[in-house]
């Protein structure tokens, strides 16, 4: 199956049906009690500077048990599936002194993940989307890192987009089907993502769907930058998403209103994949796959949502409760795109009628 017979393909299904994202990578990876070894594998040995937490390096030195977290997924009712890529940009890689190897930790994340999933096809012939995961890096364009100092900026948009850039070309010739930009706590780096993506189908002549998943920091319903959900949406409109959603940070009880708002206004299809829950006070998550079931069941029966997945403290258990929740059940309606001008600063700006 080529890619865009299977992106035509499951764009289908998802007229009919809620579609299931994969969950955590990180969460689960904890549990095969790696150690320093695992990180450097022989490639690295002499790297000067510790690897240990740097999980999409795991793809070169550990690519075997990226690929049982990927088959797990699968075997839960996961038919997307993220790539181990969350961290991988030469901004976010500069921690480890890693730079020179991002774009091959993109193809490589992106391969294992179309291998697994090629696996399953061929099981039983129906299609499954890798999604190429394009984190937030770990700097902001819209703040300051320091309160003393409001203009200052550890990195330009320039060199942002430069460095996206770089990932999502790895990612489109790794053989991912769509970019999930995710986990965007500042609207300015989602652009920039967005800008270096663009460029990336330029340059290689392949164009991918877009899908943008912001995050909502605290129970305020704002994005880290300071912008409600719908003045989110309206700075990513533009782009015309092939998905737009929220994930992260909150668990399915606080993030309940701000996607009922974000179902309110796009016009596109919307995802959710929060959190097991708030980290409690030993830095675990307490929402279990049973107690997340009843939220994501109540969420589909309200008409809320086209895609389900689960973000920080899932486990596959978590997403086979997940699909159980939204089997059966009619995806949320889609409306017809409204023309009128929308704009956003931190609040929504609409044009009257």
Known sequence: MTREERLAAITREMQKRILILDGSMGAYLQGFGLTSNDFHGERFVEHPMSLKGDSDVLVLTRPDIV?????????????????????????????YALEEVVYEINVEGARLARAACDKFEAQDCKPRLVAGSVGPTTKLLSMSPDVGDPGRRDIGFDDMATGYNEQIRGLIEGGADVLLIET????????????????????????????????????????????????????????????????????????????????????????AYPNAGLPNAMGGYDETACSMETHYAEWARAGLVNIVGGCCGTTPEHIAHMRHAVEDVKPRAIPVRDDRLRLAGLEPFNAAA
């Open 184 to 271: 965007i706590t500042d609207t300015l780096n989602a652009k920039a993502a967005l800008w270096g993506a663009w460029e990336a189908f330029d340059k290689l002549g392949v164009e991918l769907p877009l899908w943008i998943s912001g995050t909502i920091t605290d129970r305020s319903g704002r994005t880290l930058s300071g912008q409600t959900v719908e003045a989110f949406y309206n700075s990513i409109r533009h782009a015309k998403p092939w998905a737009v959603g929220l994930n992260c940070a909150l668990g399915p009880a606080d993030m309940r209103a701000f996607l009922a708002d974000l179902s309110r206004v796009a016009e596109c299809p919307v995802s």
């Open 67 to 95: 690929t049982r977290v990927h088959e797990a997924y699968l075997a839960a009712g996961a038919e997307i599936i993220s790539t181990n890529t969350f961290t991988a940009t030469p901004v976010s890689q500069a921690e």
